[in-house]
């Protein structure tokens, strides 16, 4: 498999816990996302820079390609503006595929990927002159609780086929709410007390990549670690019962923006409840002003580790990087549940053919 845009790893962490693909090349413009996945996957075959640069030399031959083109530009959060320029970078997708011609490939991205002109563009690729003329299609919105993740994300999934193989459909998932895994079956084993002022990660660790030097590398124990509060927080927080939010909280509580803002999101100050999903785990989790990041029995954020393992990252995985840029790379990733049951799913029609 060839993983474009890499980030720290998730696709090809779920890719690899299946023992059936091994990464022949990744992508990752990220210094400290890249320094992550080179930790997990080795640092040969990792380009550390541009797409664009990377896309016209020679690239390794690869059954599948993967990857989520970067989708600030349309995602539903933060500017929408039409021109930016990364939305563009699925082109360089494309041109990876028309170079490697791999036998499928699969693209993620937020489901509003789907209502964009970039779709639209990507799709017209497909139709007869286009640049992915000898490949099909299918397309969908996936939950990763469907896929085996303790985690309500959803994703728009687009897998390609080349046409010498039966063509690969999205998996229907669908997937009783019963049998979706839950935050206790991520987090229930984990020691839920965190000693106080255990809110840094361990100093003078450094790690040598690229001709770099990155903090790093850190695993599970070293990522359980909290923030330091202001006494205003924790009283917050202990008004705040399992599956409630900020409308809990009594007037001397509430921030005056929350006194002005009756309606809106539930998910403020939300915190989380052991027999359900999380959240989408984002790349702010540490901040309980930012959705439904308290722990469902503390009175403090998700920790790294947790956030970590809802996103599906084994305990022995390694990072690199700042808290914030850790951060940053566990909620950008795919969740590694929902990456295996893809490749699971990829291999076996690939087979069948
Ligand atoms: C959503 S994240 C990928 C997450 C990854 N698929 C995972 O499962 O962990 C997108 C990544 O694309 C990288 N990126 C953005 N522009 C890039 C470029 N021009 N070339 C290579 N990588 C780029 C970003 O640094 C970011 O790490």
Redesign the pocket.
């Known amino acids: 498999m060839i993983?474009?845009?890499?980030?720290?790893?998730?696709?090809?962490?779920?890719f690899r816990s299946t023992n059936l693909y091994r990464p022949m090349a990744a992508?990752?413009?990220?210094l400290f996302?890249a320094a992550t996945y080179a930790a997990n996957f080795g640092e040969d075959h990792v380009?550390y820079?541009?797409?664009?640069d990377?896309v016209k030399g020679d690239l390794p031959d690869a059954d599948v390609v993967?990857?989520?083109?970067?989708?600030q530009g349309f995602s539903n959060l933060g500017a929408k503006r039409e021109d930016d320029e990364?939305n563009e970078?699925w082109e360089?997708y494309v041109d990876t595929l028309v170079k490697v011609r791999p036998k499928a490939f699969l693209l993620?991205n937020v489901d509003r990927f789907l209502r964009t002109r970039q779709f639209r563009e990507l799709v017209s690729q497909f139709e007869n002159n286009g640049e992915l003329a000898d490949y099909n299609y299918d397309v969908k919105v996936l939950k990763a609780t469907d896929l085996g993740s303790p985690q309500l994300r959803r994703r728009a999934i687009v897998i390609g086929t080349r046409k010498d193989f039966d063509k690969i459909p999205i998996p229907s998932t669908e997937v009783s709410v019963a049998a979706w895994k839950t935050v206790k079956h991520a987090l229930g084993d984990l020691e839920p007390r965190i000693p106080q002022g255990r809110v840094d990660l361990p100093k003078e660790r450094e790690y040598s990549v690229f001709g770099r030097t990155v903090p790093g590398v850190y695993t599970a124990a070293d990522l359980h670690i909290t923030r330091n509060y202001t006494e205003l927080s924790q009283q917050r927080f202990s008004a705040i019962p399992t599956g409630g939010n900020r409308f809990d909280l009594p007037e001397q509580l509430k921030a005056p923006c929350w006194k002005k803002h009756t309606t809106g999101s539930g998910d403020v100050m939300g915190r989380l409840v052991w027999s359900k999903p999380s959240v989408t785990i984002r790349t702010e989790f540490f901040k309980p002003e930012k959705g439904r990041y308290l722990h469902p029995d503390e009175n403090r954020a998700l920790s790294h580790l947790e956030a970590a393992r809802l996103q599906g990252f084994p305990d022995n995985f390694k990072w690199c990087g700042t808290k914030l840029e850790i951060a940053?790379?566990i909620g950008?990733?795919?969740p590694v549940e929902l990456?295996a049951a893809l490749a699971r799913h990829i291999a076996a029609c690939l087979r069948s053919t």
């Open positions: 993983d474009l845009f890499a980030g720290c790893g998730g696709l090809s962490e779920g992508v990752e413009v990220d996302a380009h820079g541009d797409i664009a990377w993967v990857g989520g083109p970067p989708c990364r970078l360089r993620e940053r790379q950008n990733a795919v990456a």
